[in-house]
């Protein structure tokens, strides 16, 4: 089988005409006499213009009734994987969850011709979701990204305005008008379902989920703390995660630290500057040398400690903890609490995710001291954003009322 490259067309030479050529999307450009410095800045230009759009499989771009919705898809495809990666070069994730939706749009329509796709095909893409059980507000989010292709392929030449215009078109689905199953809002989670879980989860991450309830920021956010990203100059330090979800936006993050989560803070920040806080090589260090203190056999059977270790296994702990691994680390552990509360004859705590702890942070800071203070604490821009993460605290209402009614 043929090994498979993405380098760039070359610069070659025609023989017969003695013209510069190169070949991009099975068609042959002449490029002027070969050798010259014209030919060289059209090779330059043809190039470059092809990059830009993604190096589409046809060039120079085909007019909209002749592209195909796989066409198109390829190319917008190609352009994600390029454009949704952080600054590092790491993928934002965003890339991964247009692969589900790209997939069935290619499966339905991907014969079709992009002229002839219409508002009732994406309608219908819409009700196959609904057939398929996904949410609402899943739907409306894959219907966002439908359209999205589209407003891409017109800045590529390959959509028609008016059709882009007649996607755009197409309603969201309605709350209460539709078959499509509701979602319920994240709710903050109660102090005491995180206290009988604490116990049953690693001490690193057990530490991670009481520093992130009491700062309110991002499970990510709690993941890469690294002391060189932490200010300690004040009685309340600061932390500058060093990437975070609004950066491509141009905003800014800051997040303050004050003395109890300065107090479990502090052991993880005697390591080197650039190294995570929160490490899974502790707990899994930490594990190996409790089963070591638990082992029967004499050390003079078996296998000693690190004699029996692979050179390269599969699955070793890395730097960090990813905002996934953190979220199986607490589902393990409710699992855990849930099994020894049974035993009991206790009732099973409800499970919850690290993103909830966020949600618990700012309804007790909006409670004490208002709607603009949790703004500030959440990071948002909008307070209409901070009152999604934020319940309302009725009791001024329940206190009018009283007065008033």
């Not at 060039?59 to 009734?65: D, L």
């Not at 893409?125 to 439908?146: A, D, F, L, P, V």
């Not at 996607?167 to 009988?196: F, M, N, W």
């Not at 950066?247 to 190294?275: D, K, M, N, T, W």
Request: with cysteine; proline share 6%.
């Amino acid at each position: 089988m043929p090994k498979l490259t993405s380098s760039l067309s070359k610069y070659r030479k025609h023989r017969a005409s003695g013209q510069a050529i190169v070949t991009i999307g099975r068609k042959d450009f002449y490029l002027g006499p070969h050798g010259t410095k014209a030919s060289k800045r059209e090779y330059d230009r043809i190039v470059t213009e092809w990059l830009a759009a993604a190096r589409p499989s046809i060039w120079p771009p085909a007019e909209a009734a002749e592209v195909t919705i796989a066409e198109l898809i390829r190319g917008y495809w190609r352009w994600a994987q390029g454009y949704y990666r952080d600054k590092n070069g790491n993928s934002t994730g965003t890339a991964e969850l247009l692969k589900p939706v790209l997939k069935r749009f290619r499966a339905l329509y991907g014969r079709t011709y992009v002229a002839d796709f219409r508002s009732h095909c994406l309608e219908a893409m819409q009700h196959k979701w609904i057939e398929m059980g996904h949410s609402r507000r899943y739907i409306n989010m894959n219907t966002q990204r439908i359209k999205h292709v589209f407003k891409w392929g017109v800045k590529k030449d390959m959509v028609r305005p008016d059709t882009w215009q007649r996607i755009k078109e197409v309603s969201r689905l309605a709350k209460g008008r539709t078959q499509a199953r509701e979602t319920a809002p994240v709710e903050p989670v109660l102090d005491d379902v995180v206290d009988g879980t604490l116990p049953h989860l690693p001490i690193v991450v057990a530490d991670m989920v009481r520093f992130q309830r009491l700062v309110g920021c991002r499970p990510t956010e709690t993941c890469i703390v690294r002391p060189c990203d932490v200010d300690r100059s004040g009685d309340v330090w600061t932390y500058i995660p060093e990437s975070h979800k609004t950066e491509y936006r141009g905003r800014g993050r800051i997040v303050f630290i004050g003395p109890r989560a300065q107090a479990i803070l502090l052991p993880y920040l005697l390591r080197s500057p650039e190294e995570y806080c929160f490490s899974p090589v502790d707990p899994e260090r930490r594990r190996r040398t409790e089963l070591h203190e638990q082992r029967k056999t004499p050390l003079s059977c078996g296998n000693r400690p690190g004699t029996h270790c692979r050179s390269k296994p599969k699955r070793s702990p890395g730097g960090r903890y990813t905002k996934d691994s953190y979220n199986r680390a607490v589902a393990r552990a409710i699992a855990k609490a849930n099994t020894e509360r049974a035993k009991q004859g206790q009732a099973p705590l409800p499970t919850w995710s690290p993103n909830q702890l966020r949600h618990s942070a700012a309804t007790e800071i909006r409670q004490k001291y208002g709607l603009e203070a949790a703004q500030v604490v959440l990071g948002h821009s909008r307070a209409d954003v901070t009152q999604v993460y934020a319940e309302r605290d009725q009791r001024h209402a329940v206190e009018v009322a009283r007065q008033v009614g």
